[in-house]
């Protein structure tokens, strides 16, 4: 149930004419927390719509504003139109301590206000966000992507889906020296909000800390137990985190869960918070997103409608030299402006490029291997063997690729 905020009215408008009235929504549900203890701070963000009704003086500018501790921010939402609902976005970050309140006013100018007071939750961090998990030159990590759990017994593509989680889930456990941490690149539920709780349960049985990120089929946000699960974990939307030498950062490509379109997005106030997260790092640094950053370019659904911004923020930093997706079931080694971008192949099940050249695909899962700045990535096989992934210096060219679509890894054994 979407969560009203009081409209009232302050002017009065003669005769039998309705009265202008606003109403704020912030749907599709009271969502937005605070991550306490989180060493990299994170907007919170609230979404919502404002509708107006009844009369208003001509053009009256509609805007709405956030207000907090720690200062304001503002939309300008255009003019007043009866029965209109115009959707905002605006985020502030949170007070580092006490009570987290904010304030959102809707408001049509000589026409009507609308106003509410949100104490906003806080949620223990994740230890990853705390910066709790050792932090020594070499380590590695584990990246499954694509999971696309519904419940036990859901066949997908001909496989059960949880069972094939829970065998990644004992090979990741069986990995000796452990990884520091897994993080999963999206699509984890494949339903409205399902399959989540079953996920969770699942992941929840690795020996180090997991970390999620949102993928398209995720819809979170459009159940409450998808919402309270993924709360629960400490996790924002959207993060960074410290291990060893490096920075990471988990973007969150889904921002409107009422459209999850297949192509992500990364809207604005996101791509402003990664240009001065990546500007603090002052390390080298890996981005994980579910859609590519680079496939939008081969084939549009494959990628981020916006990459052209999101590349621009990652190659202006300096810093980040790897991206890890998933996505699109199937593997790819691109490089482009000076940045390895790696897409995944699904736990769940493969798929196959069409119209441009991949690696491999099938099930499976990453291992990432970092010894100081250097990094050494392999690819296990679910239920299978451990599998070279092409050398950093015979990534396919983004350039090249666009050309010729269909040309060949170098070296790459038949
Ligand atoms: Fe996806
Ligand atoms: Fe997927």
Redo the contacts with the bound molecule.
Sequence with gaps: MPQMIAGFVLALVSGSAPRPALEIEVAPAPFPFVIDGARYPVPVVFEGKVVCSGAAPEGAALTVRLEGATGSARADLGAWKAGEAKTFRLALEAPAAGVALFRIIGEAQGAATASEAWAVPRVPAHPLLRGAVAACPRFRFVQM??L?LLDRETVSSGVKTARNLETAVDEVNALDPPPAFVVVT??VA?DVGRGYALALEILGRIRVPFVILP???DFLKATRAATLAYASLGLPFFYSFDVGLWHFVCLNAQPDPAKMPVAGTIDPIQLAWLESDLRAASRPAMVFVHQSPVLGELQPGHGITNGADLRRVLEASGCVRWTFC????FETFIEAGGIRHISTA?V?YPSQAQGYRHYRTGTGWRLVEVDGESVRTRFKALGGAWEDDPAPDAYLSLDRMKSNPMVEYPGKPK
């Design positions: 992507s694509d696309h999206g699509d494949s993928g398209n089929h998933g996505h699109v079931h699904a769940a």
